[in-house]
């Protein structure tokens, strides 16, 4: 029977375990065709499904417009045609948030005011509802660990989107404080050295690009911090 | 009834590396670590008994996922198999009005046809009955077997409703009597969000897959595909436009011989093939079939072409000579020819609706259209635009690689059942 826990990169002998992942899509049969049954939908919905709604779309290739890099931000940009709230929604940064009910309420925040402003309500077409989605992540191990920070460059290089996706991505609802697994691991070998690295990290955005661009990106880091 | 079972489960021949030899020609297409996974999610359903059941063997898209899926589960380990079951005429003109009510026609099933759609089931579950009720699990393939699941009352497994079809706007009398038949499943799929319905069971969403070595979707030499060329009369100097689908009024055959006509005004040398077969449960495919050529009159540009179900490798090379490939679908649970048309770099203009949705992003690996009309611009559009069909049928390839190969859609037939059988929740750790 496989486990079931949550946990952070570190593996029994100190090392990082690199791992990789999938995701399940389960339907809620939810779904919002206004902005107020958006809302409404919102105030109730599984916290999973908020958090699928901001992140799951990365492990998609992307041919969208990527200033709108979540779920909620989108479908208000493509099926209701209202680009300001599309950008409010889009500046949400999940991870400000301690708990997915912080996140749930600056959505709705959000969307009360606009419904405030707005005199008219535009509705979408029944096809292009907005469906309440969330996930199981399937986590696989890759058998590989690093003992090293140097060792850094060379197993980033070689990940998977999916692995950038659970150490990057995924790491921030699952560790203690919200960041990602490379930081938690080089944090945790309390070696003063890693805390420029560290702050370079935090400084990578992981919206507005898909997650092998981010895997660019994090090499540069590594490249310039852990040189050969 | 018939039982479909390659091999033995575990019996299939491994290389040095501990692969399989199909598992390895997988894993060159879509990567080791995508092999790798399957591997892993395996390893806790290994020698599970699991069962398909579905209504034909041949014909459609379901048979032909099957086909290959089965093979791969044994490869990993599982015990898997594949029944077929048997009805008569009556029953799968009934099963045809379901699906063509969960599609949203409002078409009227009369009690006496339900019972016998029962009563069929009923003969079915009989000589079933040891396989499914010793099952681990059980995948019930749409509505025509689905009742088997309230005649084993002694099941000991898991059993998941997998519904291959569009109910997004089902007719709602037809709806509620099978909603009653699918709601003691423990889990169902379906392949989109929008297809979801009120049930009292957790509903996955897997978008159904390609067989990139499948005969239909593997690479051709050029001989066999200049050879389609000449068996089919078509001209490879004039541009070529294709639809391969069922003679089925929701694949609007006739509504693709509109866009043609519109298109060819511009395009002058526009050739168009409509290719398709008939399903055992199909029973409407003749009539359509009909309708179609009526509609195609006396133009000698037009070729509509009544393939076998096993003419694979033929529909992969008209696929390949085809300049745009159309699935012009009202309705479409998903439309596996479109995820076919563009793993081989073929941009293709689909219907608006379910599943091509998921797989044509509009103007980047094709166009989403909703008229004759819509469908002529497109097709105007790329035969005057050569690089942009290039590149859009590029993207196509590549994302499909992405997201409609059958391995990523077998790691999530086994993430569910995983899930299900060890009553995970949100996170499964291998």
């Keep these: 029977m496989p486990k079931r826990k949550q946990d952070g990169p570190v593996a029994s002998d100190g090392g990082f375990a690199i791992k990789d992942c999938a995701l399940a899509a389960i339907a809620t049969g939810r779904h919002a065709q206004n902005l107020k049954e958006l809302r409404d939908e919102i105030e109730t919905i599984d916290p999973a499904c908020l958090l699928y709604h901001f992140w799951a779309g990365l492990l998609r290739p992307i041919f969208d417009d990527p200033r709108f890099n979540n779920g909620f931000a989108r479908w208000v940009f493509q099926s209701l045609h209202n680009q300001p709230l599309a950008e409010r929604l889009s500046v949400i940064d999940p991870t400000d948030f301690d708990t997915p009910d912080g996140l749930r309420r600056e959505l709705v925040d959000v969307i009360e005011e606009e419904l405030d402003r707005s005199e008219v309500l535009p509705w979408t077409s029944r096809e292009q509802q907005f469906f309440f989605i969330r996930s199981q992540i399937v986590v696989f191990s890759t058998n590989r660990t690093i003992h090293d920070p140097s060792e850094l460059p060379d197993a980033v290089a070689t990940m998977t989107a999916s692995s950038i996706f659970y150490h990057f991505i995924d790491a921030r609802r699952r560790t203690p404080n919200g960041v990602d697994d490379f930081s938690t691991w080089l944090t945790d070998l309390q070696d003063v050295k890693y805390a420029q690295l560290c702050t370079r990290l935090a400084g990578v955005d992981p919206y507005f690009k898909t997650l092998l661009e981010i895997r660019e990106e994090l090499l540069e880091v590594f490249n310039e911090y852990l040189p050969a | 009834m018939s039982t479909f079972r390659r091999s033995p489960a575990g019996a299939a021949t491994q290389e040095p590396n501990g692969m399989s030899h199909l598992l390895e020609e997988y894993a060159r297409v879509a990567g080791e670590s995508a092999v790798d996974h399957l591997r892993q999610l395996s390893t806790p359903l290994e020698g599970m008994k699991v069962v398909h059941v579905n209504s034909t063997r041949v014909g459609g898209g379901v048979a032909e996922i099957l086909e290959k899926l089965v093979p791969l589960k044994q490869e990993l380990g599982i015990d898997a198999t594949w029944e077929v079951i048997e009805g008569d005429a009556e029953f799968y003109a009934t099963t045809k009005s379901f699906h063509n009510a969960l599609q949203g026609n409002r078409v009227h099933i009369s009690d006496e046809e339900l019972r016998h759609y029962e009563e069929i089931n009923e003969a079915n579950a009989a000589a079933l009955r040891p396989a499914l009720e ?26 998941i409703w997998r519904c291959h079809i569009d109910v997004s706007h089902p007719h709602r ?12 499943y423990d889990a169902s799929i379906f392949s989109l969000a929008a297809f979801a319905q009120d049930l009292p069971h957790v509903q996955y969403l897997i978008p159904p897959s390609i067989d990139p070595l499948s005969d239909k979707n593997t690479e051709l030499g050029p001989d066999e595909i200049d050879a389609v060329y000449r068996k089919f009369d078509l001209d490879p100097d004039r541009e070529l436009m294709l639809q391969v689908s069922r003679f089925d009024r929701f694949k609007d055959p006739v509504g693709v011989i509109e866009a043609y006509r519109l298109a060819k005004k511009f395009s002058p040398g526009l050739q168009l093939v409509l290719a398709g077969g008939t399903a055992t449960d199909d029973p409407e495919g003749m009539a359509v079939l009909n309708e179609t050529e009526a509609a195609a009159g006396e133009d000698t540009d037009i070729h509509i072409l009544l393939l076998p179900p096993d003419a694979h490798r033929t529909i992969n090379a008209l696929q390949r000579a085809a300049d745009i490939v159309l699935q012009k679908s009202t309705k479409e649970g998903f439309g596996l020819t479109v995820a076919e048309a563009m793993w081989k770099g073929k941009p293709v203009i689909g219907g608006d609706t379910g599943g091509i949705r998921l797989q044509i992003v509009n103007d980047h690996t094709g166009f989403l259209v909703s008229t004759p009309e819509g469908a002529a611009l497109r097709i105007r559009y790329l035969l005057h635009h050569r690089d942009k069909l290039v590149e859009m049928g590029e993207k196509a390839r590549s994302f499909v690689r992405e997201n409609f190969l059958l391995t990523r859609h077998l790691r999530e037939y086994l993430t569910a059942m995983v899930a299900l059988t060890g009553k995970a929740e949100d996170r499964i750790e291998l």
């Excluded at chain 2, 009398?173 to 699918?182: A, C, E, G, I, S």
């Design chain 2, 134 to 159: 010793d099952a681990d699990v059980v995948f019930i393939h749409d509505p025509q077997p689905a009742p088997l699941l309230g005649l084993m009352p002694d099941r000991k497994g898991i059993w």
């Design chain 2, 173 to 184: 009398p037809v709806w509620r009597y099978l909603r009653d038949v699918v709601a003691g």
